[in-house]
C-alpha cells in the first residue's frame, strides 16, 4: 500500500531540521531570555501525494506546534517546509496566499473551533472571502450546499448554528470548510480525539472516503496508536519534540523497536481476547519531561526501562538501526535507540517487563 501510492513521485511536502522553540523570558520592563521551551526539535518527514502520515505522540510533545508551523501560522526557529519544493517558511503576500489555498486543517475540538455566531453556511464560505477566484459570488450557495452533502450533512442545514449540531456533525462542518478550497493537504490535528469512540470511526471512515474522492494528502495527529491504524500508511512517532521510530503501518504496529513506541502499543486496547495471549506487557510510568528541560542525551531516558549509561551520553540517531541495516526483514526502518530491539506482541498490562 505504502509503495503503491508512494511510488517513483515526488513528495508534495517536505520538513526538513524543523525547530520551534519558545523563549523563556523573566522582567517586565527588560524581557531577559533565561531558557527556552523546545517544543518542536529538529523534525523531518516527507509527505506523498495521496498518502496518509499519522504523528503519534502524548500530549505536549510538539504535534500542535509542527502543525502550526506547517501552516505558517507561525514561523520555525529554523529547519525548511518545502510545498513542491518551494520553502513555505518565507514566502509572504501573494505567493503565501496561493500556498495556503492548498494547504488546509482541520482542527482538534470541534466545539471551540467554529465560530458559535456564524451560520453554517457561512462557516462553510468563510474560505471563498480570502480566495473568491474558487467560488464567485454568485455561485457560493450552490457550492457549500454540494460541501454539506459530500461530507454527510443535509445541505438544508445550511442556516443552523453549531450549537445545534451534535460533535460529530460539527466535525464534518469543519472537514468541509477544510475541502472548500479544493486542497492537496490537510493537516488533521487530532480531528476525531474530542469525539466519542462510537462516533470517531464514522468520521475517520469519511475522512478516508474524501482522501480517495479527492485524492487528498493527510497529515494526520493523534495522542495514540489505536486511531491511526485505520487511516495511515506511514507513521511517525514523536517524542519531546523530535520523531524516534517511523516507518509503513505494517513496521511500526507489528515490527516496532523504539522503546517508546512499543509502551504506546501496549496502551492500544486489544479488542479480540484470544489474541492476547503471549503478548508483552508494558507499563509506561511517569510523565513527559517538559520541553524547557530536555533530558540529555535520549530524551526518553527518564522513562526506558532499557537506558544504559550510554543513552545519557549520546543522542541516538533518526536512523536505521545497525543490526537491522539490509536485513530485509519488516525492523528495517529508521529508530532512535541505542539498543533498538524488535518485539512483536505487545499487549497493554501492569507490569514492566524487562
Ligand atoms: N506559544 C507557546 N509558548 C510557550 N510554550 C508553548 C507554546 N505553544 C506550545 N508550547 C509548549 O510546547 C510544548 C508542545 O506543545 P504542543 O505542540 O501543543 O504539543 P501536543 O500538540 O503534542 O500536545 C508544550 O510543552 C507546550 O506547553
Ligand atoms: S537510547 Fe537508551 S534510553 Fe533511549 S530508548 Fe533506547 S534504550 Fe531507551
Ligand atoms: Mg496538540
Keep these: 500500500m505504502t509503495t503503491d501510492r508512494r511510488g517513483a513521485r515526488e513528495p508534495i511536502l517536505q520538513v526538513k531540521g524543523l525547530v520551534k522553540h519558545f523563549p523563556l523570558t523573566r522582567g517586565v520592563l527588560f524581557r531577559k531570555q533565561v531558557g527556552a521551551?523546545?517544543?518542536?526539535?529538529?523534525?523531518?518527514?516527507?509527505?506523498?501525494?495521496?498518502?496518509?502520515?499519522?504523528?503519534?505522540?502524548?500530549?505536549?510533545?510538539?504535534?500542535?506546534?509542527?502543525?502550526?508551523?506547517?501552516?505558517?501560522?507561525e514561523p520555525p526557529t529554523s529547519g525548511r517546509v518545502l510545498y513542491k519544493g518551494e520553502?513555505?517558511?518565507?514566502?509572504?503576500?501573494?505567493?503565501?496566499?496561493?500556498?495556503?489555498?492548498?494547504?488546509?486543517?482541520?482542527?482538534?475540538?470541534?466545539?471551540?473551533?467554529?465560530?458559535?455566531?456564524?451560520?453554517?453556511?457561512?462557516?462553510?464560505?468563510?474560505?471563498?472571502?480570502?480566495?473568491?477566484?474558487?467560488?464567485?459570488?454568485?455561485?457560493?450557495?450552490?457550492?457549500?450546499?454540494?460541501?454539506?452533502?459530500?461530507?454527510?450533512?443535509?445541505p438544508e442545514y445550511v442556516n443552523r448554528y453549531p450549537h445545534q449540531f451534535s460533535g460529530g456533525q460539527r466535525q464534518r462542518i469543519g472537514i468541509a470548510r477544510g475541502l472548500a478550497l479544493n486542497p492537496e493537504i490537510i493537516i488533521c490535528d487530532e480531528p476525531v480525539s474530542a469525539l466519542d469512540v462510537s462516533v470517531q470511526a464514522q468520521v475517520v471512515n469519511l475522512m478516508e472516503r474524501l482522501q480517495r474522492e479527492f485524492g487528498l494528502a493527510y497529515v494526520f495527529i493523534a495522542h495514540d496508536l489505536s486511531i491511526v491504524r485505520h487511516i495511515c500508511d506511514r507513521v511517525a512517532v514523536m517524542y519531546l519534540g523530535r520523531i524516534v521510530e517511523t516507518g509503513g503501518d505494517a513496521q511500526i504496529y507489528e515490527h516496532p523497536t523504539h522503546p517508546y513506541t512499543q509502551a504506546l502499543l501496549s496502551a492500544v486496547p486489544v479488542p479480540d481476547p484470544d489474541a492476547r495471549g503471549g503478548r508483552d506487557r508494558i507499563l509506561l510510568t511517569g510523565d513527559v519531561p517538559s520541553p524547557a528541560a530536555v533530558p540529555s542525551g535520549c530524551r526518553f531516558r527518564t522513562r526506558c526501562w532499557k537506558a544504559e549509561p550510554r543513552c545519557e551520553e549520546r543522542m541516538p540517531e533518526l536512523a536505521v538501526p545497525r543490526a537491522f541495516r539490509d536485513s530485509g526483514t519488516p525492523a528495517e526502518h529508521p529508530s532512535a535507540c541505542h539498543f533498538a530491539q524488535e518485539r512483536v506482541r505487545v499487549l497493554p498490562g501492569e507490569e514492566p517487563v524487562n
Design 87 to 154: 520553502d513555505i517558511t518565507r514566502l509572504s503576500g501573494p505567493a503565501l496566499k496561493a500556498v495556503r489555498r492548498n494547504i488546509q486543517m482541520v482542527f482538534q475540538d470541534p466545539y471551540t473551533s467554529l465560530n458559535p455566531r456564524m451560520t453554517v453556511g457561512d462557516i462553510v464560505g468563510e474560505p471563498f472571502d480570502i480566495h473568491p477566484e474558487v467560488a464567485p459570488r454568485g455561485d457560493r450557495r450552490r457550492r457549500v450546499r454540494e460541501l454539506l452533502d459530500v461530507v454527510g450533512l443535509n
Design 37 to 73: 521551551v523546545r517544543a518542536v526539535d529538529g523534525v523531518d518527514f516527507d509527505l506523498y501525494p495521496g498518502e496518509t502520515l499519522g504523528v503519534v505522540g502524548e500530549s505536549g510533545c510538539g504535534k500542535s506546534t509542527v502543525a502550526r508551523v506547517l501552516m505558517n501560522l
